[in-house]
């Protein structure tokens, strides 16, 4: 039988992370046609929102109901604004591990909201969910996202060399594709410390802290 994620969200002092819905098309496609997400991600440019619609209502669910991932909107706790997004796949259930990614819209960078909503999805993974492991690749010229696991704890595992297809600006304003260098990350559940973020079901009731 295969493990699925369930249908949940998480709480941090200043953001909830919850399932995407359509309220979040717009500013999804928004946050997608941006320079650093073009450079760093393979996100098509540029982003339609009917792409974000495929996200939201077809990519998304059925990722999580295979057991493949997880998506989930990063929103600001007092405005409900869409901040980012945190992104888990390759997962493995066996070994309990899975990869995080994460982008952040351009007028919400320099808060720290990769790493808060970051460092509350991992805590819900290895709490909630009993995962070992939990894997971070960052391009080798992405310092942005490099801050970012280092912030929450990460152990830098190695390089892979030529693993990773970055994109610069042509002469004609277009993209073109760089090969770089990848950087493994790991997470582990002895490398947390501190208070957990409070978990909430899909009915908005929250469970109990946990010990």
């Known amino acids: 039988m295969t493990s699925t994620f369930p249908d949940i969200s998480l709480s941090t002092d200043r953001l909830v992370l919850r399932a995407l819905d359509e309220d979040d098309i717009p500013a999804l496609a928004a946050m997608m046609n941006d320079e650093l997400v073009a450079a760093w991600t393979a996100v098509p440019q540029p982003y339609t929102e009917d792409a974000a619609r495929t996200w939201v209502t077809e990519y998304a669910p059925t990722e999580r109901i ?7 909107a990063v929103t600001e706790f007092l405005t409900q604004r869409l901040v980012g997004i945190v992104q888990l796949g390759h997962t493995n259930w066996r ?8 982008i952040v819209a351009s007028w919400a960078r320099g808060e720290g909201y990769a790493s808060e909503a970051a460092l509350a999805t991992a805590r819900w993974l ?7 492991r939990l894997e971070l690749r960052t391009a080798a010229g992405n310092t942005a996202s490099q801050q970012v696991a280092q912030k929450i ?9 030529n693993a990773c297809i970055a994109r610069t600006r042509a002469d004609d304003g277009g993209w073109t594709d760089v090969r770089t260098d ?5 997470l582990l559940p ?3 410390d501190g208070p957990p973020a409070r978990t909430v079901d899909a009915n908005g009731f929250a469970y109990p802290e946990w010990n």
Do not use: N, P
Request: with cysteine; proline share 0%; charged share 30%.
């Open 66 to 72: 295979a057991g493949r991932g997880l998506d989930l």
């Open 95 to 102: 070994v309990r591990s899975t990869e995080i990614s994460y």
């Open 126 to 132: 290895f709490e909630d969910q009993k995962f070992e």
């Open 153 to 161: 704890g990460c152990i830098s595992e190695g390089v892979l060399r």
């Open 182 to 186: 990848q950087i493994v990350w790991s």
């Open 190 to 192: 002895e490398d947390l």
